[in-house]
């Protein structure tokens, strides 16, 4: 079965620290990868997408995460956090490319920003 | 315009009582998907509608649980004879081919069974 894991489940950082959330995953075929944030009270929103082309792809606020197909990789990095990043992120896994399919989706890890 | 809505947005029932859930998707998609979140873990797929296609349920985690989708509209999840291992947020996300199938999220149903 396809699986993502997401092996920091709980960072703490300063401000202006650097960034960077592993994940990985497990499906050998054609994949759209993405990572969503979950903000305290808020709902779940995309952060970024990758579907084909660059493997560098960049999102909001400053986010960036690389697809390494060979190491079935897709971690996500900022270089510089800041207090408002603090947030539960997930990465997520589909199947095929463009299609109506299932995300799978990792356990999560909360970011903790302090000042 | 408007985003994917979820109702009630908390809803508290016993054990054992039968709870309704209710998904209105972008307008327009034609994909919807069910989606749980246990405390202190991911999410967690329940099932999706694709069209007039077959649903797929194989994310159903037992006979309790079914869901109904009228055309490409509303959908709900029924939740039979709770149990209090089915607290959990669920969220419903929707999708259309136009955007390469990216799921849009809703806020989310906080389901509490005593």
């Known amino acids: 079965a396809q699986s993502v894991s997401q092996h920091n489940h709980h960072v703490i950082l300063s401000e202006a620290a650097s960034l960077e959330l592993g994940c990985n995953y497990s499906?050998?075929?054609?994949?759209?990868l993405f990572w969503y944030v979950q903000y305290p009270g808020q709902h779940l929103q995309l952060l970024l997408k990758?579907?084909?082309?660059?493997?560098l792809v960049k999102g909001i606020k400053g986010f960036e995460a690389e697809f390494i197909k060979s190491k079935f990789s897709f971690n996500l990095r900022k270089p510089s956090v800041q207090w408002s990043d603090t947030a539960e992120y997930f990465c997520?896994?589909?199947?095929?490319?463009?299609?109506?399919?299932?995300?799978?989706f990792g356990t999560g890890t909360r970011l903790q920003v302090t000042l | 315009g408007a985003g994917v809505s979820q109702s009630p947005s908390n809803k508290v029932t016993e054990k054992g009582k039968d709870v309704e859930l209710r998904c209105d998707p972008i307008?327009?998609?034609?994909?919807l998907y069910w989606y749980r979140q246990r405390l202190g873990q991911g999410l967690e797929f329940l099932i999706y509608?694709?069209?007039?296609?077959?649903?797929?349920k194989s994310g159903l985690p037992s006979d309790r649980f079914s869901a109904e989708r009228t055309g490409e509209s509303v959908s709900t999840l029924t939740i039979q004879r709770t149990q209090q291992e089915d607290s959990a947020v669920y969220l419903c996300?929707?999708?259309?081919?136009?955007?390469?199938?990216?799921?849009?999220f809703g806020p989310g149903t906080r389901l509490t069974v005593l």
């Open positions: 997520a896994v589909k199947r095929g490319a463009g299609t109506a399919s299932k995300l799978t």
């Open positions: 509608f694709q069209g007039n296609s077959a649903p797929d």
């Open positions: 499906y050998g075929g054609t994949v759209n």
């Open positions: 307008s327009g998609h034609t994909a």
């Open positions: 996300a929707s999708s259309t081919p136009q955007s390469n199938n990216e799921q849009f």
């Open positions: 990758y579907f084909s082309g660059d493997p």
